[in-house]
């Protein structure tokens, strides 16, 4: 994959001319002391003066408004870089209270003070993310369901009323619309390399959040409202992210050498990446992760172009997608491969995965405590996309000791938060907890069978015939050695064996809609068998605990015995349910070659085994405890299962 050696931008000319010219046209010159009061007081007029509007529709003027309001950032910038530290906290430091990380915003002083091109660069993207999360807390002072798109959010009226419509628009000109300078999108999607953000802009949006908090100190003063911050979002179970190796730092020296030679990295963007590696290196984890996402889109883009041979989305392309605006095939996915696209898509925008991007690019995500483990997992990832797409003399870094076990990782890489990966936990995590059922203390045998009613189980017999029918009529689906004729339930439905099945590798690329219909019942049924479960277990160590104290009153004596003979086919049904469920998933993409007609059918019959499991849930409750009614039940459910097995309606029969 070679860089088309033409390109010199990944910005589109008129967005280029937009950044890195236009802002620069007029040389007037004006007073900082008409701007800014000497307590750091920002009037806003002389910054709103200089907005302009179309006479068509009243809406801004982007190129006319960048064209005047530059000058007066270049005042602003030069008015920072005149002020001490000391001298800029004193004045500027309390109006950034409201964003709930005045340190940001001092840093990015800091970095003014050197413009260092790349720092400036990281510096406006965690300043743009923080203000969104600040300004979606000021929105739901008065509003409901923040927009979840900055566009929408500043062009929101609730934030008309509390800054003012004007305030909004100037903001609009600097970030969140795509007519303005869209610095937001132009840096957090890879398209801008460090050279070409002016860092007047930077400083500009500085200002500007400290007059924000000036304006919002006054509302607040004048509507008794208390601003509340949302609680950041936090990532649990970090151990289901892990997919390769912990990285260190000879990793990092090698990745760097990789970074100078790769293809898939633009020239341009060489001091993003490299600042990335340092970022790790100095445990700036967020800082890293940060720099490193846009330039992973930059890259992808690239070959998106590349492999489908349209140069001209260069600057556009959304490369994840199935098709093509022509409704071709995206040649991106066989290019990267499986496991690739699998792992983009589980970091970035599967529901039920970390979402690294949305989250970060949002400000919803403390950036002092991201997490090491998640930045090990992007720039390993990275590192492996360097060898992959770079040419011939490139491969004794494929087959460098250190890295070849990163290669390794990645082409062995499957999804986990896909909703089929998600099933298949829960359903090894269900098991786990129905397994638990006979390692519980109960009273003895004895005493059930000398309940009136439970002489000879013949009821929970019949249970056990039914569903031995059912697993009879699976039987040539699951692994030859897996019966036993003497007792086919308890020695074909074990943990091992849905631990082997859910070990099958099933495609979760582009999963259609009905999959997905399917795949949610699916998971509800899992949910309600687990409920179940915890019930069940529960119920049982309570029980048995007020028996040996003789606490339990005749009725509930009574009940807790009912309950224990009940247990005895729950414990199979459950596991049973939870084998269908498993060959239902790992077949699931036969769904789609059902007729409409079946297809309702089977969506139907899905939905009846979830109203099962849902009155389980009720009827095994301690407040119910309806075990009679919970036999009857079961006794439905399984003649309703076997006889749409006999029709052949299942997705495993409609594999024969």
Known sequence: MALPGSVSTCLSPPVHYMICKLGFEKKDIYDINNIVSENGEVCWQAVTEHLHYLESDQ???????????????????????????EQFVVQYAVWFHWTNYTELF???????????????ALGLMKLTSCLERALGDVYLLIGKDCPFLLRDLLASEQLAVVFGQDVMDVLRVFIGSPYGLNLRNVLWHGFASPQEIPAKYCAMLLFLTAGLGQLLQTYLLKTKYILVHRPYVTFISLEELVAFPDLNNETLCVAEELVQVSNFVFESMVPFWMAALT?????????????LLPQLEAGLRLLFTTTN????????????????????????????EEPAMEFLWDFLNHQEGPRIRDHLSHGEINLKTFPRELANQIVAFAITLLCRFSDGDTVAFKEHVIIKPLMTSASCYRSQFHPISRLKKQVLECMKSIHVWPELPTVSEEHVQAVKGLEGNTETSSLILKMAEILSQVQQYLPRDCCSPDDPINSVVTERLLVKLCDKHVCTLYSPRPVLEVLVVLRKI?????????????????????WMKKTLRSRQRHNYLRMLNSIKFL??????????????????HLVCKKTPSDYQQYLKFLKSILQYTENLVTYTSPEKNKWDETEELTNKALIKIRNFSDRKLTLIQSAT
């Open 59 to 85: 809406g801004v003027d982007y190129i006319k408004s960048v064209q005047s309001l530059g000058p007066v950032c270049e005042s602003v910038n030069l008015h920072f870089k005149s002020l001490t530290k």
């Open 106 to 120: 001092l840093e990015v002083f800091d970095v003014l003070q050197y413009a260092q091109a790349t720092e400036v």
């Open 279 to 291: 970022a790790f290196k100095q445990s700036r984890y967020a800082d890293c992760v940060i720099l």
């Open 309 to 336: 041979k349209c140069p001209n989305r260069l600057l556009t392309a959304e490369m994840l997608k199935k098709h093509l605006d022509n409704e071709e095939i995206n040649q991106l996915p066989s290019v990267l």
């Open 526 to 546: 899992c949910t309600q068998c687990h409920q179940v479960s915890e019930q069940v277990i529960a119920s049982i160590e309570l029980r048995y605990k007020q």
């Open 571 to 588: 414990f199979p049904v459950l596991r049973l349910i939870l084998l269908l469920i498993t060959l239902e998933v790992i077949n699931v």
